[in-house]
């Protein structure tokens, strides 16, 4: 009897469940799984298991571990192999941390992370092929080589990326456990209340619209999304919001924020990119379209990062600058709202 529970978009890795069939003969886990996991190589199955991502009756196991009968095994495998051939660009990137193992880069709005269908050039991963074009992960065939998450291309911030497989099978299993730390900052309508919270609701795709996704309150459908919340600024039309993540599903805080009628500031996706808080004045109205006009995508920036490195194990911290489209738009709202009480109007 087998299960195969994969992995959300926004976080890049797969997960598998087995149990092993009551009458199955000792036999080595590398070989089990390879037999059963399509595309995958025994020797990445061994790379999972010597990084402690094969898990059998809950401890983690050697490659050589000869499954039995009821044994109830689980993989986590980063992304599988690419199906188009990838092309190295030498594309700037902002690297804020690097080392042997991983690389920690601040990504600008506007960049896709990796390629998809109508995306094969000017990604994230385009440029990694080119700056690692000498690492054997960059030309492994992965569709996604050392990538372990993801933002969304209008979205700014950090992100951690593997040089290596042992790194990559680490990492993944980290975000995988939830251990890893990420907080971000958003420009959202109204102020939500309370003013400190917690957002949940499972999050799958859109019934009608495949493109975008929705929140199912009644867990129906989706997976489970939680999402950490604290107005740390009040211009009363909109806020200031630090978000916490505790899972990572695509378009997490975007579609959380807009069910619950405080969509992401200029969010074109989710209803944010229409005047929803505010006065008829046209000074106001002007105001808005000058902002948009500055910041011409979601206001949500990847702002910090946290993992324990994969080979020392030592917990590193990073933190990024807003980029200067968001910042640009916070000081115009400080100004326009400074000395105004406007707490409560609509």
């Not at 299960?3 to 926004?10: F, H, K, T, V």
């Not at 619209?209 to 199912?216: E, G, L, T, W």
């Amino acid at each position: 009897m087998a299960e195969e529970d994969l992995n959300d978009q926004q976080e890049l890795f797969e997960h598998y469940r087995y149990v092993v069939d009551p009458g199955q003969s000792l036999l080595r886990i590398d070989k089990y799984l390879s037999a059963r996991i399509e595309n995958v190589s025994r020797t990445r199955i061994q790379d999972a298991a010597n990084a402690g991502n094969i898990l059998v009756n809950n401890s983690p196991v050697k490659p050589n571990y000869r499954v039995k009968p009821s044994d109830v095994v689980q993989i986590v495998l980063p992304n599988p192999p690419r199906e188009i051939e990838l092309i190295a660009e030498d594309i700037p990137i902002r690297i804020i941390f690097e080392d042997d193992d991983v690389i920690v880069i601040n990504k600008a709005p506007g960049m896709v992370v990796h390629p998809a269908y109508g995306n094969y050039s000017g990604t994230l991963v385009n440029a990694l092929m080119w700056h690692f074009r000498g690492l054997p992960l960059f030309n492994s065939g992965e569709l996604r080589p050392g990538l372990v998450h993801r933002i969304d291309k209008n979205t700014s911030g950090l992100l951690v990326v593997a040089k290596n497989e042992f790194a990559l099978n680490r990492l993944s299993k980290q975000f995988y456990d939830r251990t890893t730390g990420r907080r971000y900052l958003a420009l959202v309508w109204g102020v939500p209340d309370p003013v400190e919270g917690t957002i949940t609701g499972h999050v799958g795709r859109n019934l009608r619209d495949r493109k975008i996704m929705q929140v199912f309150p009644d867990g129906s459908q989706g997976k489970p999304a939680i999402t950490h919340y604290r107005v740390i600024e009040d211009f009363g039309y909109v806020s200031l919001v630090e978000c916490r993540l505790e899972t990572g599903r695509t378009h997490q805080i975007r579609v959380h924020f807009s069910h619950i009628r405080h969509p992401l500031f200029n969010d074109d996706e989710y209803g944010g990119d229409r005047i929803l808080k505010g006065t008829t004045y046209a000074k106001y109205q002007q105001f808005i379209r000058n902002c948009f006009a500055i910041l011409p995508r979601q206001a949500l920036h990847a702002k910090s990062l946290a993992f324990n490195h994969p080979v020392t194990g030592e917990r590193l911290s990073f933190d990024s600058e807003l980029p200067d489209d968001m910042e640009q738009v916070i000081r115009k709202w400080r100004d326009y709202t400074s000395g105004r009480n406007i707490i409560g109007q609509d």
